[in-house]
């Protein structure tokens, strides 16, 4: 009788442990090729790498989309469990529990026509240059003040696309970008005579993340021990292909 209640105990403990972990996770909108919507499905790189990660540790996930400012409110309430892809600040730290391991890097790079031979180390060497931007862009405040100072030029449009044909056409020496939106386009359009310089301006982490609120904590160690195999077995490679020209 007594090895019955305690076998029942053990498989409601069990069945509890696994109730915890069905995650209720959101990402930020619309932003190709990280997290995007498809014929009503949420796709993208982020998106195929925290299934992947969820599925090997047996966790059952529900994603929403909604605007950044929400999600940190709900992160803070605990109405969330998890969000991705997030920055780590002093702010969020107190209240959100992040991975060690990225989800992914998100950098701003420089995108050169094929075999105009320019080479970035720093921003002096963007001197004489003309750079394509989108209007409203957030760049670096190093590259806004190099730029204020007359190193280099820039010419505006309204969209990303738009740069990288200009770019194609021979009608500018550079197009910044970050380096996963540029190789999506470069994908999207079939774009082949472009290639990413190697030298990022900036690079900023930015991982998935749980609400303290709703005690997941435990969750941490395991999917960073999932997002390093994928990127040490090719896994995250292969993600990347589909999305983005390399």
Known sequence: MIARYTSLLLLLLISNAHALDKLSCAATGE?????????????????DLFHQAAKNLNIEVNIVTLPLVRILRKMKEGSLDCMFAAFKTP???????????????????????????????????????VVGLVRGF??????????????????????????????????????LVNRYVGGNILKKHNINNILPLPIPLIAQPAFLTFSKKTQHAHLVPLFDTEFSKAMNDGRFRKIENKYIAN
């Open 31 to 47: 932003f190709p090729p990280l997290h995007f919507i498809e014929n009503n499905t949420l796709k993208g790189m982020d998106v």
């Open 138 to 175: 957030k760049t670096s405040e190093a590259f806004d003040k190099a730029l204020n100072q007359g190193l280099f030029k820039v010419e505006f449009v309204n969209d990303f696309e738009q740069n990288f044909h200009k770019l194609s056409r021979g009608r500018l020496d550079l197009v």
């Open 91 to 129: 702010d969020r730290a107190i209240y959100m529990d992040f991975t060690t391991v990225p989800i992914h890097v998100s950098s701003l790079v420089f995108f050169e026509k094929t075999n105009s031979k320019i080479k970035f180390n720093s921003l002096k060497d963007l001197h004489g240059l």
